[in-house]
T-cell receptor, first 115, second 113 residues
Framework: GAGVSQSPSNKVTEKGKDVELRCDPI?????LYWYRQSLGQGLEFLIY????????KSGLPSDRFSAERTGGSVSTLTIQRTQQEDSAVYLC?????????????FGPGTRLLVL | AQRVTQPEKLLSVFKGAPVELKCNYS??????LFWYVQYSRQRLQLLLR??SRESIKGFTADLNKGETSFHLKKPFAQEEDSAMYYC???????????????FGTGTRLTIIP
């Protein structure tokens, strides 16, 4: 079946603009995760959804970052007033259920460049 | 706090030689350990996880709780093993599942023909 999809695949924006990144998880997966992959920082956790609720937002770097998930499916990560340090690849992953041993399946990522 | 350390950013190995990618972790609870791999122009994908005790593409990894290590090994490297490898940890902590993955910084493995 279809894997995790993300859009857009690339986004170039000007500093100060808002951006929205979309993630479509594998059908039936209840858990959804956002990570950020940047040079020198590796892969960092941002936020985790179980269904529509987000029990763990601990990785969001500032209040400019927010995410929502509606209908237990698609999720949107919003970055307001983007800064150059927000440039990174944003990865989404989903898993069948929540649980530390569950395999997370990753999307192809959205490459964000803030000029 | 949970932490994963991969001491080698780059590792080059000749084809047919043994490979070992090191991973050490720090975690106060009971960890679940994973190795993820990212081949060129492909998405990040699971290679193996310790709970399954399986061998994938000839790779194995043993969880050593005494040394807090989860090194990835393969006896004979192949050219198609060239990729970026990430060690990752998750676990159960607190009142809800702490299922997020904490990744190491990754090791880029290059197999020399």
């Amino acid at each position: 079946g279809a894997g995790v999809s993300q859009s857009p695949s690339n986004k170039v924006t000007e500093k100060g603009k808002d951006v929205e990144l979309r993630c479509d998880p594998i059908s039936g997966h209840t858990a959804l995760y956002w990570y950020r992959q940047s040079l020198g920082q590796g892969l960092e956790f941002l936020i985790y959804f179980q269904g529509n609720s987000a029990p763990d937002k601990s990785g969001l770097p500032s209040d400019r970052f927010s995410a929502e998930r509606t209908g237990g499916s698609v999720s949107t990560l919003t970055i307001q007033r983007t800064q150059q340090e927000d440039s990174a690849v944003y990865l989404c992953a989903s898993s069948r259920t929540s649980g530390g041993a569950e395999t997370q399946y990753f999307g192809p990522g959205t490459r964000l460049l803030v000029l | 706090a949970q932490r994963v350390t991969q001491p080698e950013k780059l590792l080059s190995v000749f084809k047919g030689a043994p490979v070992e990618l090191k991973c050490n972790y720090s975690y106060s609870g009971s960890p679940e350990l994973f190795w993820y791999v990212q081949y060129s122009r492909q998405r990040l994908q699971l290679l193996l996880r310790h709970i399954s005790r399986e061998s994938i593409k000839g790779f194995t990894a043993d969880l050593n709780k005494g040394e807090t290590s989860f090194h990835l090994k393969k006896p004979f490297a192949q050219e198609e093993d060239s990729a970026m490898y990430y060690c990752a940890l998750s676990g159960l902590l607190g009142n809800f599942g702490n299922e997020k993955l904490t990744f190491g910084t990754g090791t880029r493995l290059t197999i020399i023909p």
